[in-house]
């Protein structure tokens, strides 16, 4: 198959991401991704801005992660987790609930993000039927969520970010209040907190749970927000008998500068959701971790069983990359690494402030955010990113990058740089 033969066939079949099937913006030929670097069947080399949506945190076709993957397809590609255990997934969840906070016991294997979002809603709502409480069956989020496109994910994202209206109303209505105003590094207002607060007072006995991105909102609005926020719902959570779930499937493995989002915090949520990071990219995978009140009460309860289990659950390849993953995290000074790339997108993306077309710039861990006051076209500036050799894709108003942290001080400046560049030339 010639090149273009390969586009004209993937124009014609394949439906991308939030694309239209009849009129289908340009995509790029891949050939292979090295590091921080992304080949183009045609010779064009990018620098990788995106990390593939927040999970190649080690870069592409890393040797460590390679070796754990072939070395695992030897012994078994895949087995069946109904009545069988292995030696990679014992040992991923041994080192989830190592370093995690001591509360979560027990690991809940997921195939993708989405899918750990739906098994943290459905523990939520077993853990109160569990106690006689079947009145409690609502959600409470924040807007400009997102939490994944599958049914009851998708009812706790924004709104109107995703399109709930086009549903025909078969999506479950759920509550939402306000985005917190104030930004991780302001000086914190209680008033941030006072609407929360009231939609807890006046509807805790049929909330469930709170759902929500502890300290970074990703893909519905790449916003940072003051943890003093999340230690007030903690504690209105508690007092008010409502779960919490934390989702963390983008923030989690040190893409803020902690190893998860909650250490900002001095809480700990009753349900985790992980993901994106979890394998290093390599495969869809995800977890969802909850405390012994969570696991002891669903299990004490008719039917007695969580109800969940996936035919790919708990996918030796899956856990045997995630392994190797974490450990050559931990392995590394990546928390240095992280503080470095902080301080270069905050250098590199000042210059953006300059430009009339710009609203804000903001920084935290590996994670820069260009926020315009329009909505870019997408049609015009993805591929000039591509001719400037970076790869960003923004979305919406958002021109965003999270670098996998193996990226070098040259390639964030060149990157930063083409960055600016595109868009002062829009
Ligand atoms: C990406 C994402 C999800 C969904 O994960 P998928 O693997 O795409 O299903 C859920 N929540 C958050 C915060 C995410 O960033």
């Given at each position: 198959m010639t090149h273009k033969e390969l586009l004209d066939f993937d124009k014609q079949h394949i439906w991308h991401p939030y694309t239209s099937a009849t009129n289908p913006l340009e995509v790029f030929h891949v050939e292979s991704a090295t590091g921080c670097n992304i080949r183009l069947n045609d010779g064009r080399e990018l620098i990788d801005g995106m990390s593939s949506w927040w999970a190649a945190v080690h870069g592409y076709n890393h040797p460590v992660l390679n070796n754990a993957i072939q070395k695992q397809t030897e012994k078994m590609s895949h087995i069946m987790f109904g009545g069988l255990t292995h030696q990679p997934a014992v040992e991923l969840a041994k080192l989830l609930v190592k370093i995690t906070p001591e509360e979560f016991t027990k690991v809940f294997y997921c195939d993708s993000g989405s899918v750990a979002v739906e098994v943290a809603m459905k523990m939520a709502l077993q853990y109160w039927h569990a106690k006689g409480e079947s009145s409690k069956n609502e959600f409470l989020t924040i807007k400009n969520g997102y939490h994944g496109d599958t049914w009851h994910a998708m009812s706790v994202c924004d709104p109107v970010n995703g399109m709930h209206?086009?549903?025909?109303?078969r999506l479950s209505i759920q509550n939402f209040v306000s985005q917190p105003q104030v930004a991780f590094n302001e000086q914190w207002d209680d008033s941030d907190f006072f609407e929360m607060e009231s939609v807890i007072e006046a509807k805790g006995d049929k909330i469930a749970a709170v759902i929500l991105e502890p300290i970074v909102q990703g893909a519905g609005g790449m916003w940072f927000y003051h943890p003093e926020y999340l230690n007030k719902l903690s504690a209105c959570c508690k007092k008010h008998n409502i779960l919490l779930i934390f989702d963390?499937?983008?923030?989690?493995?040190?893409?803020?500068?902690?190893?998860?989002?909650?250490?900002?915090?001095?809480i700990v949520p009753d349900i985790l959701c992980l993901g994106k990071a979890i394998t290093g990219g390599y495969m869809s995978f995800a977890t969802t971790m909850c405390t012994d009140d969570i696991a002891n009460t669903i299990s004490s309860a008719?039917?007695?069983?969580?109800?969940h289990g996936p035919t790919?659950?708990?996918n030796p390849l899956a856990c045997a990359v995630a392994v190797a993953s974490i450990n050559l995290l931990l392995e590394t000074e990546w928390q240095k690494r992280v503080k470095n790339i902080e301080k270069q997108l905050i250098a590199g993306l000042e210059?953006?402030?300059?430009?009339?077309?710009?609203?804000s710039v903001r920084v935290l861990g590996a994670i820069g955010v260009i926020e315009m006051h329009e909505a870019v076209d997408m049609k015009t500036i993805q591929p000039m990113f591509v001719k400037e050799g970076i790869w960003i894709r923004p979305f919406g108003r958002m021109v965003y990058t999270m670098p996998?942290?193996?990226?070098t001080d040259k390639e964030i400046s060149v990157l930063t740089e083409k960055m600016v560049k595109v868009l002062t030339n829009l």
């Open positions: 209206s086009i549903f025909n109303k963390e499937i983008a923030t989690g493995f040190g893409r803020t500068g902690e190893l998860f989002a909650m250490n900002h915090t001095n008719e039917p007695g069983v969580f109800m790919f659950m708990g210059r953006a402030k300059k430009l009339a077309s710009v609203k996998p942290f193996i990226i």
